[in-house]
Each structure stands twice: as C-alpha cells, then as structure tokens.
C-alpha cells in the first residue's frame, strides 16, 4: 500500500538523519500530501551527536573492492558528494585532506590515493608518503538549521517518552504529557533509539551499540585563508577557515555512553600531533572539548527502512553520517511514497 491521501507525520529527531529525511521530502511531488508534518526533538535532554561532530564528510581512502561496506560507503560518498556540490548548503565547505603515511595500517588504508610532496605544515618526522583526498568540512549547527524543509513543517522541543500503536494510528507522548496522534512515524533518535529499542528487534538496528568521542575546538584561530585537514595515524587536525574554528580529535571509546571526556585520550592526540607536525596548536587551556555518542549497528552498516507498519527509522550512522544520511534518507523518502510498502 503507497502512502495515502490526508497523512500526519511525525518524525524524532533534528540530527543528519531527521534533517537528510526531511530534505529529502521536499523533492518528493506528493509531500503536500501530508496534511501535518510535526518534528519533536530535545537537545538538552537528548544531545544531537550532529552538534558534536568532526563533521567531515570524506572517503578517507575508503575505496571499493575491499568488501561489501566499502562499496556501500563509495556510492554513498558519490551521491553525497554530489548533492554537497550541486546543493550549496549553507555551513558546508570543500576542503583539501592530507594523510600522512607512517605504518603498514595507512598504507593500506591511503597508499592508493595520489600524493603530493608538500603539506600545510612542515614534518618534524618525515612521513613514507603524503595522501591527498576531496572532502567538505561541515558546520553542523549552521548546515542543519539551514537546509530547506517542507513548508508546513512544525518543529516542536520535546522528549518522546511512548509511543504506541493504537488501532488506527500511532499515539506518541512527550515528558510535558502532550499527546500527538500520526499515521507515519520516522525515528531519526541517533543514540536515544535505545529508548524505543523495542521496536527495534530483528531490524538491522537492534542492538546499536555506543561509541564515545570526543574533540577539542578551538574558535577564532588563523591558519590561513582557506580551509584543510591533515590524518597523522588517526589524529585528525580540521580547520575551518570559514570562521576560523579549529578542531583536533578524535578519540574513539567502544561501549561508552556517557558524555564524561576521556582526557587523557585528547591529551595524547594533541601531543602525538605536535611531535610529528610543525605546528603551533593553541594551548588545551583555551578549547572547548565536545562530546557526542556515535551510534553502531552490529556490521557497522548504516542503515534506513520499515520497521513495521507505518513506523520507519533511519539511523546505525556510526562515523559516518555526513556521508551516509543523504542518500539514505532518500531512499527512505522514496519508499514512503512506493506501492510496495
Ligand atoms: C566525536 C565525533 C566525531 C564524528 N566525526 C564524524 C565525521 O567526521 N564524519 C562523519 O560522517 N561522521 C562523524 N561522526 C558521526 C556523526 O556525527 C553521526 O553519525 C551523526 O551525527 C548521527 O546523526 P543522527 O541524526 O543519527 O543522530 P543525532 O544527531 O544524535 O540526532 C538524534 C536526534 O534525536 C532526538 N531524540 C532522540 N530521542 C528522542 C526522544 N525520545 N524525544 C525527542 N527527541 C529525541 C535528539 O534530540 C536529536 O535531535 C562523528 C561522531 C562523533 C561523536
């Protein structure tokens, strides 16, 4: 059955995935279908890990022929790549990434990228090679707020706490106790889909497992006129030069889902990055450390679909959902509307 003439939707969530979905509609000729488009959100009690993102939207050598996921990620970076190109979103921005090769790991991971013989920093150990690599940096409050959305979208700041099938339609309910009825459910949750995991079972989302990370950031910092990134064995050094924002970061913590700062890890990335760079980092004193939760499905698949009638998720986007919720936001968008649903 395709969608239906006079339908309520109700979409959880303001991250890149709620955002890509709703973008996504819009291109979509039966959107004005849809007789109420509500989305619910809470970034106090439900931080976006979007907001705390390095937000770099990159192959980072990924390439295809290694297995089934690297395939995924090349045609997913091609149609994000495109939309980021043809789009011009504000908050987005094309930048130059660098990796230098140290061990056998980067090797295999950037060795077939083409190289070039200088980088934004003088080494202070010299590197077997440097790879170079399109990416878009992305500011992530400024993007999300920014991209288009139906026009009759209402946003609403609330805390989903139940939703329930009833016999004709789905009953959501919110912390401050109000009720919203809606024949379509998206859950856009990120991380808080745990929350709801019941609905979750025997869907490539059951079970998505926490990755802490965490990131320094730094504001009104000048390393030139136009933006770049440089991978020195996983530290990863983002500058933008939009509105000279540094970031260094990031560490990576498996099964972690609170948002205490592994410090020590930073501490380690920052004096790792100095030791191999010739670079004056302003001091740790000075930045702001972010923290978000990465959300992981068990094959580290992104992954948006039907989880039962009229209920759909989009989510499992892991460290890659500047690449990933475009075009599967798409495809879910399309599915709404397919006679096979
Ligand atoms: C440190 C770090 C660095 C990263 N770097 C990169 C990178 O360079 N490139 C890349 O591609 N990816 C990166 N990622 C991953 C990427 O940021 C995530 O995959 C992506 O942001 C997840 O988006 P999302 O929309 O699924 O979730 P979120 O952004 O977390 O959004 C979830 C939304 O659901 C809402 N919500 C949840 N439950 C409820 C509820 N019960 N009621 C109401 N609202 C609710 C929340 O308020 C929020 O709006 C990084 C992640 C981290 C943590």
Redesign the pocket.
């Known amino acids: 059955m395709g969608i239906e003439i006079m339908t309520r939707l109700l979409v ?7 955002q890509a979905f709703l973008n996504s509609l819009i291109h979509e000729d039966i959107v004005d279908k849809f007789t109420s488009i509500t989305q ?4 106090e ?14 192959l980072r050598g990924t390439r295809r022929g290694m297995s089934p996921l690297g395939d995924e990620l090349v045609d997913m970076w091609e149609e994000s790549n495109q939309a980021y190109t043809q789009e011009k979103w504000k908050g987005v921005y094309p930048i130059e990434l660098h990796s230098w090769i140290y061990s056998d790991k980067s090797d295999r991971r950037y060795g077939h990228l083409p190289k070039v013989e200088k980088s934004f920093f003088e080494c202070k150990i010299k590197p077997r090679g440097i790879s170079t690599e399109r990416a878009w940096v992305i500011d992530p409050k400024v993007f999300l707020q920014n991209i288009t959305t139906p026009k009759n979208l209402v946003k609403k700041k ?4 139940s939703l329930v099938q009833g016999e004709k339609c789905w009953r959501v309910e ?1 912390l401050d106790k109000e009720v919203f009825e809606a024949d379509i459910v998206v859950l ?6 745990q ?2 995991q019941e609905y979750y079972a025997g869907s490539p989302l059951e079970g998505l497992k926490p ?5 320094y950031q730094w504001e009104n910092v000048s390393f030139g006129e136009r933006g770049f990134s440089v991978i020195i064995e996983g530290s990863n050094f983002i500058y933008q030069a939009e509105n000279k924002r540094l970031i260094l ?3 990576s913590l498996n099964g972690v889902d609170h948002f205490i700062a592994d410090k020590v890890g930073l501490k380690k990335i920052y004096d790792h990055f100095q030791s191999y760079a010739d670079v004056n980092l302003p001091s740790i004193q000075e930045s702001q450390i ?6 992981q499905t068990k094959g580290r698949r992104p992954w948006a679909g039907k989880l039962q009638n009229n209920l759909y998720a ?2 499992g ?9 475009i075009p599967l936001a798409r495809q879910l968008a399309k599915s709404l509307f397919s006679s096979d649903q």
């Open positions: 959880i969530g303001e991250g890149i995935a709620a619910l959100s809470h970034s009690l439900a931080p976006l890990t979007s907001w705390n993102s390095t937000a770099i939207a990159a609330s805390l989903v706490t919110t856009a949750s990120g991380h808080w889909a929350w709801m990755y802490q990370g965490s990131y970061g990031a560490t972010h923290t978000g939760i990465r959300s989009i989510g986007l892991y460290k890659t959902g500047w690449v990933s919720s």
